[in-house]
């Protein structure tokens, strides 16, 4: 009797344990399908958005099933680099060509180069390489500059940056803008210029109002890095493209040391065309409302009509037809917002003698500009995504390459350019109507200097950079000179890329 109970007991034990056994291989068949997807933004629409091509993804193929997870954007960096330590991060990881160099050379990423070559088997003509796919240099340009012929993530969409102006607000200033000498039909168009910009703020500070906002609170908005580009571009300038060596229409670390530690190199502190540049600068600050304004801020005062006009980025059209929609959860529902017309421009033209304060009738002269040069900012891929080798290991790889196929192929950049008011980076592909203003003009130059250098030490330079132009720009006794910032500067920027030089054996 007790033998049978024991071998009765044991049975159980027996079955039990199987019984775990299967459930677990089960639950790990389930696990090992889902392939976790992280990305950072509060941008409503392009979460939504990526929902829902997920959502397609997951309903085409039975293999995978992608999760999409919205992480907190100011501590996404922090964040992703610890999982990637850790080896506990998401199949699938939003990034930067700046993390994904850095993250790269810690050995933590996937190298895309070979599938790069294969077909994308969502693409229509599946003839055409992955790497065809994409249009322009927006993917050369993400090469890793430590490895010749790596690809450690992959671009999705491409920013560009305009003014953004209340038409309804500019129609109520007609006569004002007339007897200034600004005719609204024929001069405010893509072929401004500065006095003509600047005639349209004196109109409405007349009138008490600010007549531009700009988000210069944080250096993490780059707006200030952004303009000092614009108005950089305008100048004749040629050693910028010279030290693109590799003429991918990026100026990458490498040849930001060269530029900086070569024996031709760029000097900040004496170089005449960057300083003209910064003057001009501290000029114009004045005239983009007091203080320093965050983006929330800057967008508020806009879709409020308290100000004409603001620096806008592709990526903030969203949030305008969001919000004057009264369709943003984030916005103030207690306090509906009014729809007005807009349009965007690019920023205004410099010209030899450019108009700068009606006041005293003053002008600010540039000795060399160039002509006939598209004056978007544009050209960087700012969509990217990487997967981290620890995918390699869990058995995910081939199912976090084939969705960010998907992701790239003509239907979904066509689905995300609608529906998240993307530019793409993909070939063929028609874009929102609203954000058709934004597309880079055929002849425009894509080369960025950036002169925060954010390519450089995961930051560091960036933020010191743009808290010293904070100080040049402030008034009273808290700024700083021109040739204090030039010099700190060029210290900074020296001393990070003599470092950054040697150790990667840079010779220069």
Same mark, same amino acid.
């Given at each position: 009797?007790?033998?049978?109970?024991?071998?009765?007991?044991?049975?159980?034990?027996?079955?039990?344990?199987?019984?775990?056994?299967?459930?677990?291989?089960?639950?790990?068949?389930?696990?090992?399908?889902?392939?976790?997807?992280?990305?950072?933004?509060?941008?409503?629409?392009?979460?939504?958005?990526?929902?829902?091509?997920?959502?397609?993804?997951?309903?085409?193929?039975?293999?995978?099933?992608?999760?999409?997870?919205?992480?907190?954007?100011?501590?996404?960096?922090?964040?992703?680099?610890?999982?990637?330590?850790?080896?506990?991060?998401?199949?699938?990881?939003?990034?930067?060509?700046?993390?994904?160099?850095?993250?790269?050379?810690?050995?933590?990423?996937?190298?895309?180069?070979?599938?790069?070559?294969?077909?994308?088997?969502?693409?229509?003509?599946?003839?055409?390489?992955?790497?065809?796919?994409?249009?322009?240099?927006?993917?050369?340009?993400?090469?890793?500059?430590?490895?010749?012929?790596?690809?450690?993530?992959?671009?999705?969409?491409?920013?560009?940056?305009?003014?953004?102006?209340?038409?309804?607000?500019?129609?109520?200033?007609?006569?004002?803008?007339?007897?200034?000498?600004?005719?609204?039909?024929?001069?405010?168009?893509?072929?401004?210029?500065?006095?003509?910009?600047?005639?349209?703020?004196?109109?409405?500070?007349?009138?008490?109002?600010?007549?531009?906002?700009?988000?210069?609170?944080?250096?993490?908005?780059?707006?200030?890095?952004?303009?000092?580009?614009?108005?950089?571009?305008?100048?004749?300038?040629?050693?910028?493209?010279?030290?693109?060596?590799?003429?991918?229409?990026?100026?990458?670390?490498?040849?930001?040391?060269?530029?900086?530690?070569?024996?031709?190199?760029?000097?900040?502190?004496?170089?005449?065309?960057?300083?003209?540049?910064?003057?001009?600068?501290?000029?114009?600050?004045?005239?983009?409302?007091?203080?320093?304004?965050?983006?929330?801020?800057?967008?508020?005062?806009?879709?409020?009509?308290?100000?004409?006009?603001?620096?806008?980025?592709?990526?903030?059209?969203?949030?305008?037809?969001?919000?004057?929609?009264?369709?943003?959860?984030?916005?103030?529902?207690?306090?509906?917002?009014?729809?007005?017309?807009?349009?965007?421009?690019?920023?205004?033209?410099?010209?030899?003698?450019?108009?700068?304060?009606?006041?005293?009738?003053?002008?600010?002269?540039?000795?060399?500009?160039?002509?006939?040069?598209?004056?978007?900012? /544009?050209?960087?891929?700012? =969509?990217?995504?990487? *997967?981290? &080798?620890?995918?390699?290991? $869990?058995?995910?790889?081939?199912?976090? @390459?084939?969705?960010?196929?998907?992701?790239?192929?003509?239907?979904?950049?066509?689905?995300?350019?609608?529906?998240?008011?993307?530019?793409?980076?993909?070939?063929?592909?028609?874009?929102?109507?609203?954000?058709?203003?934004?597309?880079?003009?055929?002849?425009?130059?894509?080369?960025?200097?950036?002169?925060?250098?954010?390519?450089?030490?995961?930051?560091?330079?960036?933020?010191?950079?743009?808290?010293?132009?904070? /100080?040049?720009?402030?008034? =009273?006794?808290?700024? *700083?000179? &021109?040739?204090?910032?030039? $010099?700190?500067?060029?210290?900074?920027? @020296?001393?990070?890329?003599?470092?950054?030089?040697?150790?990667?054996?840079?010779?220069?």
């Amino acid at each position: 009797m007790r033998i049978h109970v024991k071998q009765g007991i044991l049975a159980v034990l027996v079955a039990v344990c199987v019984f775990t056994m299967g459930f677990n291989v089960f639950r790990f068949r389930e696990n090992s399908s889902k392939l976790r997807l992280a990305f950072w933004g509060t941008n409503l629409p392009y979460y939504n958005a990526l929902q829902e091509v997920a959502e397609m993804y997951n309903e085409r193929q039975d293999k995978y099933q992608v999760e999409v997870q919205r992480q907190d954007a100011g501590n996404y960096r922090i964040w992703m680099s610890s999982q990637l330590a850790g080896g506990t991060a998401p199949d699938i990881l939003a990034t930067t060509s700046v993390y994904a160099n850095a993250d790269a050379q810690n050995g933590y990423l996937y190298d895309f180069a070979e599938v790069l070559n294969e077909p994308n088997p969502y693409n229509a003509d599946s003839e055409i390489s992955w790497r065809d796919s994409f249009a322009g240099t927006y993917l050369s340009q993400l090469e890793d500059p430590n490895k010749k012929g790596r690809f450690t993530n992959i671009p999705t969409s491409t920013v560009s940056v305009r003014i953004v102006i209340n038409e309804e607000m500019l129609e109520s200033k007609r006569d004002a803008l007339d007897a200034n000498g600004i005719n609204i039909d024929t001069d405010i168009n893509e072929d401004w210029t500065f006095s003509q910009f600047r005639k349209v703020c004196e109109v409405f500070e007349a009138d008490g109002k600010t007549a531009m906002q700009i988000a210069n609170q944080q250096y993490i908005n780059y707006h200030v890095s952004w303009l000092l580009d614009i108005f950089m571009a305008q100048v004749k300038y040629d050693e910028i493209t010279e030290w693109d060596e590799n003429d991918n229409g990026m100026i990458e670390s490498e040849e930001i040391c060269g530029m900086i530690l070569g024996d031709d190199g760029m000097n900040f502190s004496s170089d005449s065309d960057f300083k003209e540049v910064l003057r001009f600068m501290k000029y114009w600050s004045k005239y983009w409302g007091d203080g320093f304004n965050s983006r929330s801020d800057t967008s508020e005062k806009f879709l409020r009509q308290e100000v004409p006009m603001m620096f806008c980025g592709s990526w903030g059209v969203a949030g305008i037809e969001m919000t004057l929609g009264n369709q943003n959860p984030d916005a103030d529902q207690t306090n509906p917002y009014t729809m007005f017309e807009y349009k965007s421009l690019p920023f205004p033209r410099l010209t030899p003698q450019t108009y700068v304060d009606g006041q005293d009738g003053g002008t600010f002269t540039f000795s060399n500009l160039k002509e006939g040069l598209p004056l978007q900012e /544009m050209g960087e891929p700012s =969509g990217c995504f990487c *997967i981290p &080798l620890s995918t390699q290991k $869990s058995g995910k790889t081939e199912g976090a @390459v084939d969705f960010l196929r998907f992701f790239t192929s003509p239907e979904i950049a066509a689905y995300m350019a609608d529906a998240a008011y993307e530019i793409p980076v993909m070939k063929g592909v028609e874009v929102n109507e609203i954000m058709s203003d934004f597309l880079p003009p055929d002849n425009s130059q894509t080369v960025r200097m950036r002169f925060g250098l954010q390519n450089l030490s995961s930051g560091t330079a960036e933020e010191f950079h743009f808290k010293r132009m904070q /100080m040049y720009l402030a008034t =009273g006794r808290d700024a *700083i000179s &021109l040739n204090a910032l030039c $010099s700190d500067v060029q210290k900074k920027y @020296v001393e990070i890329t003599s470092q950054l030089a040697e150790d990667n054996g840079w010779y220069l």
